[in-house]
């Protein structure tokens, strides 16, 4: 929290004077994209959440291509370990509401290719969970190094590493079935 109040400080500080540090500038531009990137994940977030109420087409097509076309925007801010988001989140949304690519089609066209699953839904939030937890770490870090490290795994890994699907042995695999296929470190946090 400290770190968090040391750096508005700095900031403020900066900008009274006119003067701002390249370090400044830098965590300026992440907490902005952060910030960019939390305010288009929420509504998804909060559509997965209601999945049993939140059957407008129209509600889920727009908050997906206000979410890809933020992640697109804001892909030169976030680390290079993040360049899988925009697919992962696309894949998390497809697999869950089949709108994975709604910003690519007519919002009319949407119906057709709208069918929500239960079971993948909750993947999908239990993931988003993930991201915009390690988004949120990402803005507030005041460290530009420190903020490097903070890890998304894609959601493919993020599936395999937590036992919930992987290709080949379907979903919730058994656990001597998956311990053939596990290999090296996880890269949960």
Same mark, same amino acid.
């Given at each position: ?12 500080? *900066? /900008? ?6 390249? =370090?400044? +500038?830098?965590?300026? @531009?992440?907490? !902005?994209?952060? &910030? *960019? /990137? ?6 998804? =977030?909060? +559509?997965?959440?209601? @999945?049993?109420? !939140?059957?407008? &087409? ?132």
């Amino acid at each position: 929290m400290t770190d968090v109040v040391s750096a508005a400080g700095a900031v403020s500080a *900066a /900008l009274v004077t006119g003067k701002m540090t390249e =370090s400044q +500038l830098r965590w300026s @531009r992440r907490h !902005a994209s952060g &910030t *960019a /990137l939390i305010h288009a994940l929420l509504p998804i =977030s909060r +559509l997965l959440q209601q @999945r049993d109420i !939140a059957t407008d &087409t129209t509600t889920w097509a727009t908050a997906v291509i206000n979410c890809m076309a933020t992640a697109q925007a804001e892909r030169s801010a976030m680390p290079r370990q993040w360049a899988h988001l925009e697919g992962s989140l696309r894949a998390a949304l497809g697999e869950a509401t089949g709108l994975g690519h709604a910003d690519r089609i007519p919002v009319d066209d949407c119906r057709e290719f709208f069918n929500p699953d239960r079971h993948w839904i909750d993947f999908a939030a239990d993931y988003l969970t993930l991201v915009l937890a390690g988004v949120g770490y990402w803005r507030e870090e005041s460290s530009t190094r420190r903020a490097g490290r903070i890890r998304i795994p894609s959601f493919d890994r993020w599936l395999q590493e937590t036992g919930r699907y992987f290709p080949g042995l379907g979903t919730w695999p058994s656990p001597e079935a998956l311990k053939k296929h596990r290999g090296g470190r996880s890269t949960l946090p």
